[in-house]
């Protein structure tokens, strides 16, 4: 069994407790021993990692990841790319999200039906690189809904799946289940990128909703909403919806809701995608004018006072934005913890914390997920400063000087060790 020592590392062990020097020893995949300074764990035989007081923390977990999205500019482009290229540029990304540090990725929904289940497979059976996956199915739709890009006079695929009706809903879930998804996604709200159902409309209907959750419950399976209007998050609640994405458009009651459901679901507002979008997709011809015409700098400031309200109220906010497209890259994930700090006034602690150990939660592995402690998993990050001080450090790959996934490093420390 491989065995490290970290020695002379500051752990930020993300139970929420400051930071500390000390060792840590890694057995195998998982964490051994978690000593604090002066003492030092007994190491024979490990392969020794000088820290020079480098931070150790927990590698980071997406919640709201699109391995499948290649980075297009507009969506449609994904239905153009035929399975066999679109299944090694996702084993691609997979990669990529490594180099960044990122771990983990719960899947919020694959641009083809099987190609988050292939990739999921193929790094569970080391086949692949890449981080931790949950696979999710392609976005189930309503005809006129968000990911519904035909055209009347002719058949072109897209990256959502329409279905419309309880019974189209529920055959495609199953469909799903039997192809080997953990995670069902649908689209109960509009967006500000479908013309005929903006964000703030409710497109499913109760039964629709029903029917997908029903299948989830039966095979012990869960669901995932693009739910951006507050009637669309009451509606998620009701029928026991686990994973509520966007929620940028509240009112007090569904507020309310969510707070009283606080330790069953998990809420990720997706800040990157908007933020960019407004901010930084000209060369791509969104201006910032055309950009606040669709309504986004408008869902933006909602979701930013909604986000800082539930998060007072305890509800579990975490990182994901919707990395994938040109303006708003896979990779550049890590931005999402700076946005968590900058615009919704969370503590570097918190933001972090949503980024690993409230990450462990949403994966399911929150006993043995996203902090540093003994038996827990073995996905660390080494990091060249403090993420406390600065937590823009964790978007330069050159200041994460090694990632270890599941007791290996991916990314090796130079010579063993970390240069100051
Ligand atoms: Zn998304």
């Known amino acids: 069994m491989s065995s490290t020592l970290f020695r002379n590392v500051r752990i930020l062990d993300c139970t929420g407790a400051p ?26 035989d490990a392969m020794d990692v000088e820290g020079r007081g480098a ?11 699109h391995l499948t999205f290649t980075d297009v500019a507009q969506s449609v482009e994904l ?5 066999e290229e679109h299944m090694l540029k996702t084993a691609q990304n997979a990669r990529r999200m490594l180099d960044a540090g990122f771990t983990s990725c719960f899947s919020a929904a694959a641009a083809k039906p099987r190609l988050d289940i292939v990739l999921r497979n193929a790094i569970d059976q080391g086949d692949f690189p890449g981080p931790r996956t949950l696979a999710a199915s392609p976005e189930m739709t309503v005809a006129a809904g968000l990911g519904d890009a035909r055209l009347y006079h002719m058949y072109r695929e897209n990256f959502a799946v329409v279905c419309n009706g309880p019974e189209e809903f529920r055959r495609f879930a199953r469909k799903m289940v039997r192809e080997g998804i953990d995670t069902l996604k649908i689209n109960v709200s509009g967006d500000a990128g ?26 012990g399976k869960r669901v995932a909403a693009h739910a951006r209007s507050a009637e669309s998050v009451r509606m998620c609640l ?86 994938g497209f040109a303006w708003n890259p896979i990779g550049t994930d890590a931005r999402e913890i ?27 592995m929150g006993e043995r997920l996203g902090q540093i402690l003994p038996g827990y998993l073995a996905d660390l990050l080494l990091v ?19 990632v270890m996934r599941d007791g290996t490093f991916w990314k090796a420390p130079v010579n063993g060790s970390v240069e100051t």
């Open 384 to 402: 060249d400063g403090d993420p406390l001080e600065d937590v823009a450090i964790l978007q330069q790959p050159g200041r994460i000087r090694a």
């Open 19 to 44: 930071p500390f020097a000390g060792c840590v020893r890694v057995e195998g995949n998982r964490i051994a021993a978690v000593v604090p300074a002066p003492a030092v764990p007994a190491a024979a």
């Open 238 to 323: 009701c029928h026991g919806v686990d994973v509520i994405y966007h929620a940028t458009l509240l009112d007090e009651d569904a507020r309310d809701q969510l707070e009283a459901q606080r330790d069953r679901v998990f809420v990720a507002p997706v800040l990157g995608h908007l933020y960019t979008t407004l901010n930084e997709a000209a060369p791509w011809g969104i201006t910032r004018e055309i950009a606040e015409q669709r309504g986004i700098a408008h869902e933006l400031g909602q979701g930013i006072e909604n986000m800082k309200a539930l998060h007072k109220r305890g509800v579990r906010v975490l990182i994901g934005g919707d990395y």
């Open 55 to 65: 931070t150790l923390m927990p590698g980071l977990i997406e919640a709201h990841s």
């Open 194 to 219: 479908s013309p005929a159902s903006p964000a703030d409309k409710t497109v499913m209907n109760d039964a629709e909703v029903d029917a997908v959750c029903s299948v989830a419950r039966a095979h």
């Open 79 to 83: 239905g153009f790319i035929p399975p």
């Open 338 to 364: 700076g946005h968590f700090v900058d615009m919704l006034g969370f503590s570097p602690m918190d933001a972090i914390l949503a980024a690993t150990r409230l990450g462990g939660q949403i994966m399911g």
